[in-house]
């Protein structure tokens, strides 16, 4: 059977002969990965013209939607992904990580777009920018859609977590997608982008698939093109220096396979909970997905009095360890996804062994569950040492890509920080110990070498996510061989697919680009209170102006009294006038309850509750007989998806509040956020 692409809207066939893939337990062929035929340049248009337009066309906001909804979609079919994905060797436990850990980040992202950004198909970041003495120049910060494609390499050990975590920042920062799996497991891959087209939630052009070689895609690619990579160091750094990649500036992403550490701190002893979880975590790492993982243990740095205990402990857990076909009840481990694979893994295995002593595996000598397994593509967990890691270069610079690690001494926690920057670049390294004092001295150590790192003991242990997984929430990536890119961490990712551009103007123009108020710009106003307006009859800057009101000390005395907050510069005459306000001030929360009275509507509206108080500053003292009021103005209006248990359709607007005494001095500056009744609900 032939594999299939889906580009420029159909499915196509490879006119050609193909490469064969095997069924990575039984050997038996599974498959043929084909492009040719395939027209690359037409591909990239077909994105750049299609679904480009078809993506900005939507809000951030409505991207999130489509991926929460094509996450259900998926979920829905998952079972049908399980049974494909035991094809690669994958246990339960294997797919589960790449299936519904994939599908998972949908999820994440789809809650990224909702709680991070604005209703618009741009973004706006960070605080105005005030170039002008008056404020009558000024700048703001957007990042806007690239008008190409993102086109993500993946790796063949996570066909389906490998393309959905890409794809994900890159369809909710509104850039179409062109998806290239690994040969080996494409067609996993494949299963899965015939269910997202199939569901028809992505518009057209979104997402290409491409299974078998690029040909001459790279040639064809623009200035507004992003490609991300994730693979062998040696792989990415070719494609890296790909002329037209660097003649145009292209943004490359690369997240290659590196050499992870985890650190057994001096102080742990073999009673103490942290060894015992150590060693678990070793073992888990070299053994999920056979060891093919990224962010696998390679290196397993231990203090020099404790290799004895370590070697022990380590190869009686991985004896209890059976190796086999995943669909036999017990097998705690499957094959690697080919015999190339698993020929890879034993000739760099034979490299590191003319350096270290191998303590257990390494070779064919090992029992097999399953009548229809074949040991073509199994290799056994490995454990080898090396004594003179300072010494010695084979363990920080050749990786066996598999169930393979290799346990090193150090001697003082300089020196296995010195052992952890070997590896010349990490995307993570963990940590074992249940003394801060030691955590933060190898964190701070260890962490210019490391993308990620964690530290792991008995507080945290069985609510952590473990040494090898990369979470939507934090940065996926590390420097030097790991390939000095980042993917994932929340907005980041989404932004990396965004041209950021600082906009220069008058506060009003810049209001009108960014859709979002900032102070110094016109105003609008008329008589009817904003608290009585439905959300879509709210403007941007639209302004309410309040009454003035005396601060009195009867003020002061009975907030007082309600709050329970006696300071001393709001009661004792004598030492407020010793301090830095020079006499006795108003509670700073009087101020904005004050000014709450001031601007709210009291009847029954729209306005259905206060969602919360952003940015808070108190910048002048008030004092007792100072005169307050209140600007509230319309900064920004963001549309809430409505949940079938609620009644209204809402929306959140943000206002911003200037409290001003009666010298026109600003004494207090904050957003809030109020729900919002919709008349579309």
Not at 179 to 198: F, G, Q
Not at 475 to 501: D, F, N, W
Request: net charge negative; with cysteine.
């Amino acid at each position: 059977m032939k594999t299939q692409s889906y580009v420029y809207g159909e499915w196509t066939t490879g006119q050609g002969t193909g490469i064969e893939v095997r069924h990575a337990v039984t050997g038996q062929a599974i498959a043929e990965v084909d492009s040719s035929g395939i027209d690359f340049q037409k591909v990239l248009e077909y994105g750049r013209s299609v679904g480009g337009p078809a993506l900005r066309a939507l809000s951030i906001q409505e991207r999130g939607l489509r991926l929460k909804a094509l996450a259900k979609h998926l979920m829905s079919k998952k079972d049908g992904f399980y049974e494909i994905s035991a094809q690669t060797g994958a246990t339960k436990a294997d797919g589960w990580v790449d299936i519904e850990g994939g599908i998972g980040t949908l999820f994440a992202y789809a809650s990224v777009a909702k709680r991070e950004f604005g209703n618009e198909s741009f973004i706006v970041e960070g605080a105005p920018e005030r170039l002008s003495a008056n404020n009558t120049f000024a700048a703001r910060h957007i990042l806007v859609p690239k008008r190409g494609v993102s086109v993500h390499i993946n790796a063949f050990n996570f066909p389906c977590w490998g393309m959905l975590e890409k794809i994900s920042p890159s369809l909710i920062a509104g850039v179409p997608v062109v998806v290239k799996p690994a040969t080996d497991s494409a067609y996993l891959t494949e299963a899965m982008v015939k269910e997202i087209v199939a569901s028809g939630i992505l518009p057209e052009g979104a997402i290409q698939l491409i299974c078998g070689r690029t040909g001459d895609l790279l040639d064809h690619l623009t200035e507004q093109d992003i490609v991300t990579f994730t693979g062998s160091a040696a792989t990415g750094q070719s494609l890296r220096a790909h002329p037209n990649i660097i003649a145009r500036s292209i943004p490359f992403t690369m997240e290659a396979d590196s050499l992870n550490c985890c650190i057994l701190g001096e102080t742990v002893t073999p009673d103490q909970a942290e060894f015992e979880l150590f060693i678990k975590e070793v073992a888990k790492e070299m053994t999920t997905k056979a060891g093919q993982k990224c962010t696998a243990i390679r290196r397993v740095i231990v203090p020099e009095n404790r290799v004895q205990d370590v070697q022990q402990a380590l190869t009686a857990r991985l004896a209890k360890y059976s190796i086999g076909d995943p669909s036999e009840e017990g097998v705690r481990m499957g094959p690697l996804l080919g015999a190339a694979q698993k020929a890879d893994v034993a000739a760099k295995v034979e490299a590191l062994a003319q350096d270290c002593e191998i303590i257990c595996g390494g070779n064919d000598d090992f029992e097999l569950l399953g009548g229809q397994a074949v040991k073509d593509a199994f290799y056994p967990p490995t454990v080898l040492y090396c004594s003179a890691p300072l010494e010695t270069d084979s363990p920080h610079t050749v990786e066996a890509f598999g169930p393979v690690t290799t346990i090193m001494p150090y001697s003082g926690i300089d020196q296995a920080v010195q052992i952890a920057g070997l590896g010349r670049g990490s995307l993570v390294g963990s940590v074992f110990t249940y003394d801060d004092g030691e955590a933060a001295e190898l964190i701070l150590g260890c962490a210019a070498y490391h993308g990620r790192m964690l530290v792991i003991n008995r507080d945290c242990a069985k609510e952590s996510t473990g040494h090898g997984s990369p979470l939507p929430s934090l940065v996926h990536g590390g420097p030097g061989r790991a390939g000095g890119g980042e993917e994932l961490g929340g907005a980041r990712a989404v932004k990396h697919y965004m041209q950021r551009t600082s906009v220069q103007g008058s506060p009003t123009t810049l209001t009108a680009i960014t859709r979002e108020y900032m102070s110094g710009a016109k105003t609008i106003s008329d008589t009817v209170h904003p608290f009585r307006k439905h959300f879509e009859d709210l403007q941007i800057g639209e302004r309410l102006t309040t009454h003035r009101r005396t601060v009195t000390e009867a003020d002061i005395v009975n907030f007082g009294c309600l709050s329970g907050d006696h300071f001393y510069a709001h009661f004792d005459e004598l030492a407020a006038k010793d301090s830095l306000f020079g006499k006795r001030v108003a509670h700073g929360y009087f101020v904005i309850s004050a000014a709450a009275g001031m601007f709210v509507e009291p009847a029954p509206g729209p306005v259905l509750a206060n969602y919360g108080l952003e940015g808070l500053r108190f910048i002048e003292p008030v004092g007792i007989g100072d005169t307050i009021q209140v600007h509230l103005t319309v900064k920004q209006k963001i549309v809430k998806e409505k949940r079938p248990d609620e009644e209204q359709a809402t929306g959140v607007v943000v206002w911003d509040v200037e409290v001003f005494n009666q010298n026109e001095e600003i004494v207090a500056l904050y957003d809030i956020l109020t729900l919002v009744v919709r008349r579309d609900g």
